[in-house]
C-alpha cells in the first residue's frame, strides 16, 4: 500500500528540514538536560550521599577566609574555584534579597546541612552533562551522537554529582573537537583554543592534560606548520592550567606530595581487589555504564573512522584510546573514572549509524529507515537503565529515613554503633564532643574523616537531637578493629545499626557483632532499599556510592538496608 494513502498529512503538510532539525536539537536537549536534573537532590542532606561532595565544598568554603591556596592537591582548584564562585554569587544573591542576616547565618545554613550549596554543585554538574551532550551535535555523528550521549546511564548517573568528573568530561571533549578543527584548518588561533580548554580540564582532573595527545597529533596532521601549532597549543594548555591552579607552582612540595600520592592509588587499588583496571573496565563499567550494544556499536565507529580518515581518525581516536590506557593500567576502578569515555563511545555509535547507506526513494519504507533500528538497538538498553537508576535516586534514601525514625523515637545523648562505615550510616546530629575531626582523630578512629564541624554549639541546630554516634573501625579489607569489637562485645552498647547490602567492603559487619545483634538484642526498626535478598544487584564495589549500577529490579530505593537493633533488658 502507498505509503501517502497511510500518512496523508504527513505529504500534504511537509515539514522544513530546518525546522526538523530545530525540533530533534530541542528534543535531544530537553531529554538530556531532564534525565540530569531529575532527582538532582538526591540523599541531602546527608553527608555521604555522594562521597567527595563535601570535601570539595569545604575546601570552596575555605577560599572565603582570603587563603586562596588549597592546602591540597589531590584534585587541581580550577573546579573548587567554580564552586566558590558559586557560593559567593549565592551570598551575594542571599544578603541582596535578605536571606542571610551575615556571614554567620551564611555559614550555619552550611554546616546545617550544606542542602542550597551542596545543590548549587550538582546544578553546576547537570548544566556541563547537558552542555556536553549540545556539543555532539557539531561532533562527527551529529545527531545521533548527541542522542546516544543524552541517554547514556553512566553520563546521565554522574552528571548529578557535584565533584570534578562532569565538568572534566565537557572540558575534554571541547578540546579535542578543537583539535579536530585545528587537523582541517591548521591555524594558531585554533592550536590555542584547543589548548587552552585543554589546560582547564587538566585544571580540573591532572588526567585532563591527556587532550595534548590529540592536539599534537592534529598538528602533526594540519595543512599548517607542525613546530608551530604544537607549541602554541602546549603554551596555552600550560597558561590555563596554571591560571587555573596557581599554588601548584606557589606551593609545589605539597603538590608535589598530593599528585605523587594519587599515582600511588591509581596504581594500588582503592579497598576492594577488582583485579586490573583494564580488565574491571571492559568487563563491568562499560557494558553496564552505556550497554553492550551502544558499546560495541562505539567500538566499531570509532575504529572505522580510522579506515574512512585514517589521520582525522586518530586525532579522534587518540584521547579515549590514551584515557583508557591511562585509567587502566593500575587497580582502581571506580565507575566514574571512565566517563571521559563514554562521549567518545557515543561519537562512535553515531557514526557508525550514520554511515548506513541511504537506499533510492523508492525502496521499500523498512530500508530507508534502517537507521531508526539500529540507534533503538543502541540508545534503549541504557536509556531504560538511566530512568531505572535516576528513579531510585529520586525515590528516597533509607538512610535518610533511619535519621528520621531515630530522632523521633531514640532518647538523645545515647551512645549508637553503627557496624558498616561512615558513609552508610543516618545523618544524625552528634554532640558537639563527638563531632568535631579535631576530637575524633585524636582517639585515632578512622571516621575523623567524617567529622568538619567546630566546636562552637552555636553552629548546631538546637532543635533537633544529638546523639553519640560511634563507627566501627575498618583498615583495608579487614573487618573491624580487634580493639573495638572486643570493647562492644564486652560492653554491649543501647543501640546497635547494622548495614545489610551495599557494596561489600564498605557494608561488612563483623561476624561476631551480628552474632551479638542475634542473641543480645531485639529489632528496633528496619529501613529496606531492596525487596527480596538483592543477589542481581551489580554495585561500583570501590565506591562508597549505595545504588546499583545494574541489577535494579528489586532495589526501591537508595542506601543499604538499615537495621536498628536495642539491647534486651
Known amino acids: 500500500m502507498d505509503e501517502q494513502a497511510i500518512f496523508p498529512h504527513l505529504w500534504r503538510h511537509p515539514v522544513d528540514r530546518a525546522q526538523r532539525d ?62 566558590f564562585g558559586l557560593y559567593g554569587a549565592y ?208 567500538v566499531g565507529g570509532l575504529g572505522a573512522v580510522l579506515w574512512r580518515d585514517w589521520k582525522g581518525g586518530l586525532v579522534l581516536l587518540s584521547f579515549p584510546l590514551a584515557w583508557y590506557v591511562a585509567m587502566g593500567r593500575g587497580e582502581t576502578a571506580f565507575y566514574r573514572y571512565m566517563l571521559p569515555m563514554v562521549p567518545f563511545l557515543a561519537i562512535g555509535a553515531g557514526l557508525l549509524i550514520d554511515s548506513i547507506p541511504r537506499p533510492m526513494d523508492d525502496a521499500p519504507a523498512w530500508r530507508r529507515h534502517l537507521k531508526w533500528p539500529v540507534f533503538l538497538l543502541c540508545a534503549l538498553p541504557t536509556a531504560w537503565s538511566s530512568v531505572a537508576v535516576v528513579s531510585r535516586m529520586a525515590a528516597g534514601d533509607t538512610r535518610d529515613a533511619m535519621g528520621a525514625w531515630i530522632e523521633a523515637n531514640v532518647p538523645t545523648d545515647t551512645t549508637i554503633v553503627h557496624g558498616g562505615t561512615y558513609s552508610g550510616a543516618p545523618m544524625l546530629q552528634r554532640n558537639v564532643a563527638n563531632q568535631t575531626r579535631e576530637y575524633v582523630a585524636k582517639q585515632g578512629r578512622s571516621d575523623a574523616a567524617g567529622f568538619r564541624k567546630p566546636d562552637d554549639p552555636k553552629w548546631y541546630d538546637p532543635t533537633r537531637p544529638m546523639y553519640d554516634v560511634l563507627i566501627l573501625d575498618k583498615e583495608g579489607l579487614e573487618f573491624a578493629s580487634k580493639a573495638f569489637v572486643d570493647g562492644t562485645l564486652a560492653s554491649p552498647p543501647r543501640w546497635l545499626l547494622l548495614e545489610e547490602s551495599g557494596p561489600s567492603f564498605y557494608s561488612a559487619v563483623p561476624p561476631e557483632i551480628r552474632a551479638l545483634a542475634a542473641t543480645r538484642y531485639e529489632v528496633a526498626h528496619v529501613e529496606r532499599a531492596r525487596e527480596g535478598d538483592g543477589r542481581d544487584a551489580v554495585y561500583d564495589e570501590q565506591d562508597a556510592f549505595y545504588l546499583p549500577v545494574a541489577g535494579l529490579s528489586g532495589v526501591t530505593r537508595m542506601g543499604p538496608d538499615l537495621t536498628l537493633y536495642r539491647l534486651r533488658p
Not at 47 to 64: C, H, T, V, W, Y
Not at 65 to 76: C, I
Not at 133 to 160: I, Q, Y
Not at 195 to 203: F, I, M, T
Open 22 to 83: 530545530l525540533a530533534v536539537t530541542i528534543g535531544i536537549l530537553t531529554v538530556a538536560a531532564w534525565l540530569r536534573f531529575w532527582g538532582i537532590d538526591f540523599g541531602l542532606p546527608m553527608a555521604e550521599s555522594r562521597p567527595d561532595e563535601l570535601n570539595i565544598a569545604f575546601q570552596a568554603m575555605k577560599f572565603g577566609r582570603g587563603d586562596l591556596n588549597p592546602h591540597s592537591f589531590n584534585y587541581p582548584t580550577f573546579f573548587k574555584y567554580i564552586v
Open 91 to 298: 551570598y551575594a544573591v542571599g544578603r541582596a534579597l535578605h536571606w542571610f542576616s551575615g556571614q554567620e547565618e551564611f555559614l550555619r545554613s552550611f554546616f546545617s546541612g550544606a542542602v542550597t550549596f551542596r545543590l548549587l554543585m550538582r546544578a553546576w554538574s547537570a548544566a556541563m552533562g547537558t552542555a556536553c551532550v549540545a556539543m555532539l551535535l557539531w561532533a562527527p555523528g551529529r545527531k545521533w551522537s548527541a542522542a546516544l550521549l543524552a541517554v547514556a546511564m553512566l553520563h546521565v548517573r554522574d552528571s548529578h554529582f557535584g565533584v570534578t568528573d562532569p565538568t572534566l568530561t565537557t572540558l575534554c571533549v571541547a578540546s579535542v573537537l578543537a583539535s579536530m578543527a585545528l587537523r582541517v584548518e591548521g591555524t594558531p588561533s585554533v592550536a590555542t583554543f584547543a589548548g587552552l580548554l585543554g589546560g582547564l580540564a587538566a585544571s580540573t582532573k591532572y588526567n585532563g592534560a591527556l587532550t595534548a595527545v590529540p592536539l599534537v597529533l592534529a598538528a602533526w596532521a594540519s595543512p599548517g606548520d607542525t613546530v608551530v601549532l604544537a607549541t602554541r597549543g602546549l603554551a596555552g594548555m600550560a597558561l590555563a592550567f596554571v591560571a587555573g591552579s596557581p599554588y601548584v607552582l606557589f606551593d609545589f612540595a605539597t603538590f608535589k606530595k598530593d599528585f605523587l600520592f594519587e599515582m600511588k592509588h591509581l596504581a594500588e587499588g582503592h579497598r576492594v581487589d577488582v583485579g586490573p583496571a583494564w580488565l574491571a573496565h571492559a568487563r563491568g563499567t562499560l557494558p553496564n555504564g552505556v550497554g553492550l550494544p551502544m558499546l560495541l556499536a562505539g
